[in-house]
């Protein structure tokens, strides 16, 4: 997945492969991880560079947001490939999903005013990351930075904490909401998988996955809130994917 930035002068109009830039918000414009990225020089000059900031993350959605915003295009090339070292230890896998989510309030931050920005990301028919859209459900003025992304993993974590409070107020109401409404984001999310993994194919790797995409996640959210507290954002990050174990 290898993004070829070119002048808008070239292009007579969006299709075969320019992803299409919002004017609604900097954070929801379309991107490419850096790891995939090929950049004109001439591109990279114009912008100035990468921002040197981002130490662990967000430099990809970085230069892509300042691309956009000056005379530049995004093109996505399904047919490029792209060799990558993974990590092979959860530790180290932990340690780059924290490092994900370090720097995307710092993002936030320098690409937009003041507001509150509620948003739901959707994937589209192209079976890869870098062609999920956004739609925005919410976007006011505020005194503070506040980006919301709402996911099922979030939405879980939601009707989990009812769930609880139900118990502690011995309220059988709320109990049957909060379960049932827990139960459906996961249906939604990750029970096809686990259906089709585990009940159809017997095969329980699943499981395991499935704990460990949880922890990445958790990790990652973890880190982008802790980093937008220190510089004064309210940053409910969302990863790469939807699903709860994705």
């Known amino acids: 997945m290898i993004p070829n930035i070119l002048s808008t002068s ?11 830039k919002s004017n609604k918000s900097a954070m ?3 991107m490419f991880p ?6 004109r020089k001439s591109a990279l000059q114009e912008v100035g560079g990468f921002d040197t900031i981002c ?7 970085d230069i892509c947001i300042r691309m956009l915003k000056s005379r530049w295009e ?3 090339e399904p047919q490029a490939t792209v060799k990558h070292k993974h990590r092979t230890s959860l530790k180290g896998l932990l340690k780059q999903w924290y490092g994900y989510g370090s720097f995307h309030p710092y993002i936030f931050k320098k690409h937009t005013p003041k507001c509150l920005e509620i948003v739901y990301p959707r994937d589209t028919h192209m079976n890869d990351w870098t062609s999920r859209r956004f739609d925005r459900i919410l976007g006011i003025k505020v005194p503070l930075h506040i980006m919301i992304f709402v996911t099922p993993f979030y ?3 939601a009707f989990l904490l009812l769930l609880i409070l139900s118990l502690v107020i011995k309220s059988p109401l709320l109990l049957a ?7 459906g984001v996961w249906l939604f999310s990750s029970g096809k998988a686990f259906w089709r993994s585990v009940i159809i194919k017997r095969k329980f790797r699943w499981i395991p996955y499935a704990l460990i995409r949880y922890l990445l996640n958790g990790a990652f959210v973890f880190a982008a809130f802790k980093a937008g507290l220190k510089i004064g954002v309210i940053y409910f990050a969302v990863t ?3 699903d709860l174990v994705e």
Do not use: V
């Open 74 to 76: 995004l093109f996505y």
């Open 28 to 30: 929801i414009q379309p």
């Open 155 to 157: 939405l879980f974590h």
């Open 240 to 242: 790469r994917g939807q």
């Open 34 to 39: 850096a790891a995939n990225m090929a950049i």
């Open 177 to 183: 909401i909060s379960f049932l409404g827990g139960l």
């Open 55 to 61: 130490k662990t993350s967000g430099e990809d959605n």
């Open 10 to 20: 070239t292009i007579k109009g969006y299709g075969n492969g320019y992803l299409i």
